[in-house]
């Protein structure tokens, strides 16, 4: 282990738990506080910021040093794509997708800030849906995995292609120095990053348990949980993720990653094709022109004359999102980074970046879709009936299993939606302790099992403690925790910006160089040779001989004589 990571995340984690239970109360107060603040304050800066991550990743994409590779010039990619693909997408949001793809639309449609109930009695209620669809895809289409994108290239490009340890700390080499990076400000990045990876993944775990629940209650096969039921699930998850992370990265966590994205993709397909196949096929392509079409406003909207009900909606929904994926940034950035070695520029980008959008877009489309599709077909412009109740509420845990109950063969579909829930949160559970093991134990890429293995411990006995203290009041305390840490690591992720776009101008001019050597060669051996033709001897051959296959030892420059053309000596 590093003394000076491992202990000060774990110390900070055990003493928030301690804080969190000893005084619940007093905990959320302050930390809700906190939030606020930043919301606030600060939230114009998560708008802008994350945004302007969105131009870093897509001029990656279309520079010139899209081709240097993650690694030697000749390596080759570690994973196939189908495994890598599998990997990074369980890893950066698959649990999320299936939780809140068939909520957030719902609530969006329900409750956006710009319109009024007005809007739905008027009969724009189509228009407001498809801005519900719009608005969530902005939320989990190009801006958090260009996050992901940044933080995962910078640390790929550190690891793989200048053989630094497995750490966030040494993408920012170039502008702190090698003595700072080792030293205890390097430590303090690589703290932030565990404390983020624990926080995300324990509250992951205990929200998730209520979706589980809701699955096993819609199923029939238990009633109301309760908090030992939750706790037993938590209990179940961890040890789940313990096998997988022990297992290792190309078995247990590559295993896991494909048959989750198998499942997701029979769910997918199964709704498409059950529910209203036509429509989605339709929606699916108006969505497209939308999307892209809005993708600026939307991305760059403040709600700044939407009043203190904008100001609310955005701490809950952009604000917050935002927050949060900037909070998972060191725990996806630094797994796929892991998983990306041989790559090149380009392709790493374009992969994380807008295969995952794709398939973002798809998913919401089916899910997100059908359900608004439901909601509009069985209520007209009103709440009555529909997924949404009578006061505009939605049921976040349950409305996923609401939606395939309205479909054929529900009860299969019920028990695969909660088969796919709990292994999502299983390969997040063992993605996070693999990434928080890594950088405790100072970037070890393989580090040692029981380190693992207390990492996943840990996640689950922060989830667990503060839903037996606090409830929902806690793992909302720690949800707001780890937006607030976010904001100092949003800085860490600029200057991480500034670090890659001065490394790849370095192999853009080193590139330069060797090439133009490499044209003054060959520029240089067909005046030769055309002197040759001519009659003309060169000075390091004898007649006949190739000037191309010249002796090292001779009258060249290294021996004094000046009769080589200009360039012949680089």
């Not at 929606?283 to 809005?294: K, M, N, P, S």
């Amino acid at each position: 282990m590093r003394p000076g990571v491992f202990f000060p995340a774990a110390g900070f984690i055990v003493a928030f738990v301690v804080l969190a239970m000893a005084l619940p109360g007093a905990s959320f107060t302050w930390i809700t506080a906190a939030q606020d603040a930043v919301v606030d304050s600060l939230g114009w800066y998560y708008v802008a910021v994350v945004s302007a991550f969105v131009v870093f990743a897509l001029w990656t994409v279309v520079g010139r040093s899209g081709e240097v590779k993650l690694g030697p010039d000749d390596a080759e990619p570690e994973f196939g794509l189908g495994s890598w693909f599998a990997m990074l997408f369980g890893a950066g949001m698959g649990i999320g997708l299936v939780f809140w793809g068939v909520a957030e639309p719902l609530h969006h449609f329900a409750g956006i800030p710009n319109r009024s109930p007005e809007m739905l009695q008027g009969g724009d209620a189509a228009g407001v849906a498809e801005g519900a669809l719009v608005q969530t895809l902005v939320h989990w289409g190009l801006h958090p995995w260009a996050i992901y994108a940044v933080v995962g290239l910078a640390v790929a490009y550190t690891v793989h292609r200048r053989g630094r340890p497995v750490s966030l700390r040494w993408a920012l080499e170039s502008l702190l120095g090698e003595r700072r990076v080792r030293g205890a400000l390097g430590d303090v990045i690589d703290v932030t990053a565990v404390v983020g990876t624990v926080f995300g993944v324990a509250t992951s775990l205990g929200l998730g348990v209520s979706q589980i629940a809701a699955g096993l209650e819609a199923l029939d096969l238990v009633r109301d949980p309760g908090l030992a039921g939750k706790v037993l699930i938590i209990g179940l998850i961890t040890l789940l993720a313990i096998v997988s992370v022990a297992t290792g990265l190309h078995r247990g966590i590559r295993l896991l990653s494909r048959l989750n994205l198998g499942l997701a993709g029979a769910l997918l397909v199964f709704v498409a094709v059950t529910g209203p196949s036509l429509f989605l096929l339709r929606e699916g392509v108006q969505l497209v022109g939308v999307y892209a079409q809005d993708l600026v406003r939307i991305s760059l909207n403040t709600s700044a004359l939407s009043g203190e009900r904008g100001v609310e909606w955005q701490s809950w929904w952009t604000v917050f999102y935002w927050g949060w994926w900037i909070a998972w940034a060191p725990f996806v950035g630094v797994f796929i980074a892991r998983i990306s070695r041989g790559r090149s520029v380009r392709e790493f980008v374009a992969g994380v970046l807008l295969v995952p959008s794709a398939v973002t877009l798809v998913w919401f489309t089916v899910f997100g879709g059908s359900a608004l599709w439901h909601q509009l077909r069985r209520e007209g412009a009103q709440f009555h009936g529909g997924l949404i109740g009578d006061d505009g509420s939605v049921s976040q845990a349950g409305a996923l299993y609401e939606l395939l109950e309205s479909l054929p063969w529900a009860t299969v579909a019920v028990g695969l939606a909660v088969v796919l829930v709990a292994l999502f949160f299983v390969t997040s559970s063992d993605s996070g302790s693999l990434v928080a093991d890594m950088l405790a134990s100072g970037g070890r890429a393989d580090p040692p099992v029981w380190s693992r293995v207390f990492w996943s411990l840990l996640e689950g006995a922060v989830a667990v403690a503060l839903l037996t203290v606090g409830g929902e009041t806690g793992l909302t305390a720690l949800r707001y925790a780890a937006v607030i840490i976010a904001l100092p690591f949003s800085v860490v992720m600029i200057a991480m910006c500034v670090a890659m776009v001065r490394s790849l101008r370095a192999e853009r001019r080193l590139q330069l160089r060797i090439q133009r050597g490499l044209q003054r060669e060959e520029l240089t051996a067909r005046v030769w040779q055309n002197l040759a033709e001519e009659g003309v001897v060169h000075p390091d051959t004898g007649p006949g001989d190739d000037p191309g296959d010249s002796p090292d030892t001779g009258g060249g420059p290294e021996n004094g004589s000046g009769n080589s053309p200009p360039g012949a000596g680089l």
